[in-house]
């Protein structure tokens, strides 16, 4: 079964720097979909990034970027220029890329970091 | 717009009184499930649904029950809550075909158990 581990429950940054947010898993497959969510205060689950382990580059989207390390089963999600609005819990999630099988759908999450912005 | 709709938001009940949390798509998924999210525990996995009236046990599915009469809807059942469902629950869908992995999410259901 894949475990994901977030070392960090609680995280702090001031406004305008950047921080980064740590995730790794374990998994036997080679092909699988990573996954950062934001958990505002409202409880929303939001999408943040996406990373396809088949896929060398990391993703980006606008001031959220990964650091994907296949080898090392690393995960880590940095927030540059960071905002108010950025506070929330964010979770680390894993996904198997084979069709098969309903529980090859299921998200795995990490147990969340908690980021505080400071103005 | 592409949603998934849970009712009701929060609920509060006495341990033994059945209840269902409802759930609702618009984007056609045959894919669905339902997490609970508890403090330090994450999210994790109750029960899902392949498509109409295939459903399978997750991670943690003692006290619950679901079904899936149609593709729109996945309800989440408890026949007799106790304490320890006391939690915060999520409906999710995705498609299980093409490159979209993307999860959407339900807003979330505070269920507190007395």
């Known amino acids: 079964a894949q475990t994901v581990t977030q070392s960090q429950p609680e995280m702090s940054v001031q406004e305008a720097e950047t921080v980064t947010l740590s995730c790794t898993y374990d998994?036997?497959?080679?092909?699988?979909?990573l996954f950062w969510y934001k958990q505002p205060p409202s409880r929303q689950m939001i999408l943040v990034i996406r990373?396809?382990?088949?896929?060398?580059q990391n993703a980006t989207e606008n001031r959220f970027s990964v650091n994907f390390q296949k080898a090392a089963k690393s995960f880590s999600l940095k927030i540059s220029d960071s905002q108010l609005g950025d506070a929330a819990m964010y979770f680390c999630?894993?996904?198997?890329?084979?069709?098969?099988?309903?529980?090859?759908?299921?998200?795995?999450f990490g147990k969340g970091t908690l980021l505080t912005v400071n103005p | 717009e592409a949603q998934v709709t849970q009712n009701p938001r929060y609920l509060i009940t006495v341990t033994g009184k059945k209840l269902t949390v409802t759930c609702s798509q618009n984007?056609?998924?045959?894919?669905m499930s339902w997490y609970r999210q508890d403090p330090g525990l994450g999210l994790r996995q109750i029960y899902y649904?392949?498509?109409?009236?295939?459903?399978d046990k997750g991670d943690v599915p003692e006290g619950y029950k679901v079904s899936r009469k149609e593709k729109r809807n996945f309800p989440l059942i408890l026949e007799s809550p106790s304490p320890n469902q006391t939690s915060l629950y999520f409906c999710?869908?995705?498609?299980?075909?093409?490159?979209?992995?993307?999860?959407?999410f339900g807003q979330g259901t505070r269920l507190t158990v007395v």
């Open positions: 984007m056609n998924h045959e894919y």
């Open positions: 998994t036997s497959e080679s092909d699988y979909y």
């Open positions: 999710a869908s995705s498609s299980r075909w093409g490159k979209n992995t993307e999860a959407f």
């Open positions: 649904s392949m498509n109409v009236e295939v459903t």
């Open positions: 990373q396809e382990a088949y896929k060398q």
């Open positions: 999630a894993y996904r198997s890329a084979i069709r098969d099988g309903g529980s090859n759908y299921k998200l795995t």
